[in-house]
């Protein structure tokens, strides 16, 4: 049995071979290609579930699958997605009346 030092060596001893050769072996002929679109680090997956860990410890487990995707989207996102509160705080009073008596009509830009 031959031994290969990396994946790239095995891919051209494979496509070396004739085609007929490769078409009795298909799937060991996709085997590499798959290799080799791998990524080789999966920071960006780990920490993903980091965050997801930290949430749900904080959420206490409690909340719905619906809700916690929503926030771990949110929390990975959160400098992208700052909220303009001005508006987010007008937008709350003018929802119905009672808030607008309650809050009345201040000037929430401060």
Avoid: H
């Amino acid at each position: 049995m031959p031994q290969f030092e990396s994946v790239a060596r095995l891919m051209q001893t494979l496509f070396d071979k004739p085609p007929a050769v490769c078409m009795m072996f298909p799937e060991t002929v996709k085997l590499p290609n798959l290799l080799m679109v791998v990524p080789a680090s999966s920071a960006t997956a780990e920490r993903s579930f980091s965050c997801l860990r930290r949430l749900k410890t904080w959420l206490n487990s409690t909340a719905t699958q619906a809700r916690l995707n929503s926030v771990a989207i949110l929390n990975r996102y959160r400098r992208q997605m700052e909220p303009d509160i001005p508006r987010v705080l007008a937008e709350f009073v003018g929802l119905n009346d009672i808030r607008r008596k309650i809050f009345g009509f201040a000037n929430f830009n401060a």
